[in-house]
């Protein structure tokens, strides 16, 4: 009979700071992030990650470790098997990753800043995609308004706020992100995808944007 280790399962940590370009790309990486979603509620076997992403068990391993190598995932739970065989359970290391202000910062004269060129990439091309991709298999109901649960809430625009009220504006975005990323999930949850830009800018409203 499989044996448990008697240590406690760890809770994830609210959040974890992506502090390096390398930790970024691996990251981003898009099935790095599929095995950090499917283990993003509960701690999961590299076999159960493999039959819930369909792809053969032996792909996964080198992914898995890079994931765990920069601190993405980590193993909770280890039960003895048969003879010397152990069978480790992953879980998502923080809730969310945030990537280090440092990455994203381009200085004067620079054309191209490879760390807020992938972030931009990722929350901006990627979740187009990603809604597209969710509409075009019914997952979204383009019909269906916000709260409905199964709408797509999408919103651009330009409003001028005292810089004390923009500091309120990130601050409560960030406690609402913190505070919903930590819900416990049953059998009755779904996965809900944000992607968020708030930033100055030098646009007013009627003001047609910049071109790449």
Do not use: W
Request: glycine fraction near 4%.
């Amino acid at each position: 009979m499989a044996s448990i280790s008697p240590s406690p399962q760890p809770v994830p940590d609210a959040e974890r700071i992506i502090s390096d370009l390398e930790a970024l790309k691996v990251y981003f990486d898009p099935m790095r992030a599929r095995i950090i979603r499917t283990i993003a509620n509960e701690p999961r076997t590299v076999q159960q990650i493999a039959e819930e992403l369909d792809v053969p068990f032996t792909r996964l391993y080198y992914h898995m470790n890079m994931l765990e190598r920069h601190g993405f995932i980590r193993v909770v739970e280890t039960r003895n098997l048969s003879g010397a065989v152990e069978e480790k359970f992953y879980q998502v290391a923080a809730r969310m990753f945030v990537v280090d202000r440092a990455l994203l910062t381009t200085r004067p004269g620079d054309e191209i800043n490879e760390g807020l060129e992938m972030v931009m990439s990722e929350v901006l091309d990627a979740t187009r995609s990603e809604i597209r991709h969710n509409a075009r298999e019914g997952k979204i109901n383009l019909a269906a308004l916000a709260p409905e649960p199964g709408s797509l809430l999408l919103r651009r625009g330009v409003f001028s706020l005292p810089k004390e009220r923009a500091r309120e504006f990130y601050q409560r975005m960030i406690a609402l992100m913190n505070e919903f990323s930590a819900v416990d999930c049953d059998e009755d949850c779904e996965f809900y995808a944000i992607a968020v830009a708030f930033y100055p800018t030098a646009l007013q409203p009627g003001d047609e944007p910049p071109h790449a």
